[in-house]
């Protein structure tokens, strides 16, 4: 039994074209990071430079959305389902 | 690999794009493009395919006219309508108001690789250009993609009708 990380379409190219990947890990951001070693090319995808997370990338733990549990440190067990939904932003440049 | 940044698109699908875009002024309009990556008909290459398109309300209620903005729950139905007819979300449009019809700084900062980002120019209430772009995989530009409008109300790939 491992976690379970659901890639969403756009990121599958940068992921060997795999819909979910399974690691053993304690953590959403344990997960993550084992992501994004294995798929290096994801992280800039995923994370700023600084390596936060980046505001339209959603992640979601057994359907809750961490940023109302424990963000990157929420626990994670075996069997458990990480879901990263993307948020659709943009805009023009002129003043609003 | 000429194909594989070109669009194909209908006629009908373009002038709803069009039509959402002009309803919606000043403000931003947005939605999914439900479709199929390029791929291959019986040895022969084709395009990427936009085959029904999936409205949204902009999110972005305390600056819809120079933003726009779809939640994850949105997302996640545009998914579920795209599957319901075994297709795939390859990508979103929206408008810019009184604005040219290139990506902005803003875009590119939200924009994710692999997905078709259509933009519709709207001035003063008036439809103009029509432009689509793909996120460059080093995330600092775009490649602008050809839009090939196809006439008739569904696409047909035998169907050799470009305007």
């Known amino acids: 039994m491992a976690v379970k990380v659901l ?20 953590t959403v951001g344990e997960a993550l990071g ?18 936060k997370l980046r505001s339209f990338v959603n992640v979601y733990v057994n359907g809750e959305d961490i940023r109302y549990l424990a963000q990157e440190n929420t ?21 609003a | 690999m000429a ?22 002024y000043p403000h931003e ?10 791929g291959s008909d019986e040895g022969q290459a084709r395009p990427r395919e936009i085959l029904e398109l999936f409205p949204l309300v902009n999110r972005r209620e305390d600056s819809p006219r120079n933003r726009f903005s779809v939640a994850p729950p949105d997302v996640i139905e545009a998914d579920k309508a795209a599957q319901a007819l075994g297709l795939d979300v390859v990508g979103w449009y929206h408008s810019h108001p009184d604005h040219p019809a290139k990506p ?10 692999w997905y078709s980002y259509i933009i519709l120019s709207v001035h003063l209430g008036v439809q103009q250009e029509m432009t689509s772009w793909r996120l460059n995989d080093d995330r ?20 050799e009708g470009e305007i």
Do not use: M
């Not at chain 1, 890639?7 to 304690?26: D, N, S, V, W």
């Not at chain 1, 994004?36 to 600084?50: A, G, I, N, P, S």
């Not at chain 2, 902005?104 to 690789?113: C, G, I, K, L, V």
């Open chain 1, 7 to 26: 890639i969403p379409t756009p990121l599958r190219p940068h992921a060997g074209g795999i819909a979910a990947a399974e690691f053993q890990a304690k």
């Open chain 1, 34 to 51: 084992h992501l994004t070693t294995e798929f290096v090319d994801l992280r800039k995808h995923l994370f700023t430079q600084d390596g």
């Open chain 1, 75 to 95: 626990p994670t067990k075996d069997g458990d389902t990480i879901n990263i939904i993307p948020s659709i932003a943009g805009g023009s440049s002129r003043a």
């Open chain 2, 3 to 24: 194909d594989a940044n070109k669009l194909r698109i209908s006629t009908e699908l373009v002038e709803r794009i069009r039509r959402q875009g002009v309803e919606t």
């Open chain 2, 29 to 38: 309009c947005c939605g999914a493009l439900l479709g199929r990556d390029a």
């Open chain 2, 104 to 113: 902005s700084d803003y875009d590119r900062e939200h924009a994710w690789p």
């Open chain 2, 140 to 159: 600092a530009g775009y490649s602008e993609e050809g839009i090939e409008i196809r006439t008739g109300t569904t696409v047909d790939p035998e169907c």
